[in-house]
T-cell receptor
Framework: DSGVTQTPKHLITATGQRVTLRCSPRSGDLSVYWYQQSLDQGLQFLIQ???????AKGNILERFSAQQFPDLHSELNLSSLELGDSALYFC??????????????FGPGTRLTVL | AQKITQTQPGMFVQEKEAVTLDCTYD???????LFWYKQPSSGEMIFLIYQGSYDQQNATEGRYSLNFQKARKSANLVISASQLGDSAMYFC??????????????FGKGTMLLVSP
């Protein structure tokens, strides 16, 4: 168990809908990363937050947004969903004192299926 | 150019044998870190081992060791005495720049390892 939690574990929705994925980082970690993993694109970095502030952006679509709250949990919002958004979405955290510095510890992922 | 290259899409090994998964990297930064992660069929990403660019010795964690050859820019993962539970996808990743506590990582495309009885 990495200490990173993600909810929900599975999500099935329809095209055009909006969903919110939630992540709680490891205790003490200030930085949260979001990734999308699909069969054709592999593991794609989406966005990073550090202590509430957006720090780095990757291949995140404009239909997607994220935020990190004062208690350091993070949410990834996906809107106007398309079939191609079906993927495994990971949250990872780092920045605390536990573990190897800069090592990203991953949550179990949220499997999103868009029908 | 890809920053992390894993040239083996799939590898097969027999139980109890050792296996090496290849990873080459590309960076001009003198300070960097290299990571290996395991992703079993259940989907979670599990951190295995870390090597810093200034570390004098190759990293080891139990049955995992990292064969770090700086001049060749390679960071191969060696798994000794393979077990059936080692069957999984393995990802190599790199942090560029000094440790900051919040650096981003670049991941390779992964190698699928299958361990047979």
């Amino acid at each position: 168990d990495s200490g990173v939690t993600q909810t929900p574990k599975h999500l099935i929705t329809a095209t055009g809908q909006r969903v919110t994925l939630r992540c709680s980082p490891r205790s003490g970690d200030l930085s949260v990363y979001w990734y999308q993993q699909s069969l054709d694109q592999g593991l794609q970095f989406l966005i990073q937050y550090y202590n509430g502030e957006e720090r780095a952006k990757g291949n995140i679509l404009e239909r997607f947004s994220a935020q990190q709250f004062p208690d350091l949990h993070s949410e990834l919002n996906l809107s106007s969903l398309e079939l191609g958004d079906s993927a495994l979405y990971f949250c990872a955290s780092t920045g605390g004192l536990a573990g190897v510095p800069d090592t990203q510890y991953f949550g179990p992922g949220t499997r999103l299926t868009v029908l | 150019a890809q920053k992390i290259t894993q040239t083996q899409p799939g590898m097969f090994v027999q139980e109890k044998e050792a296996v090496t998964l290849d990873c080459t990297y590309d960076t001009s930064d003198p300070s960097y870190g290299l990571f290996w992660y395991k992703q079993p069929s259940s989907g979670e990403m599990i951190f295995l081992i870390y090597q810093g660019s200034y570390d004098q010795q190759n990293a080891t964690e139990g049955r995992y060791s990292l064969n770090f050859q700086k001049a060749r820019k390679s960071a191969n993962l060696v798994i000794s005495a393979s077990q059936l539970g080692d069957s999984a996808m393995y990802f190599c990743a790199m942090r560029e720049g000094p440790r900051s506590g919040y650096s981003t990582l670049t991941f390779g495309k992964g190698t699928m390892l299958l361990v047979s009885p």
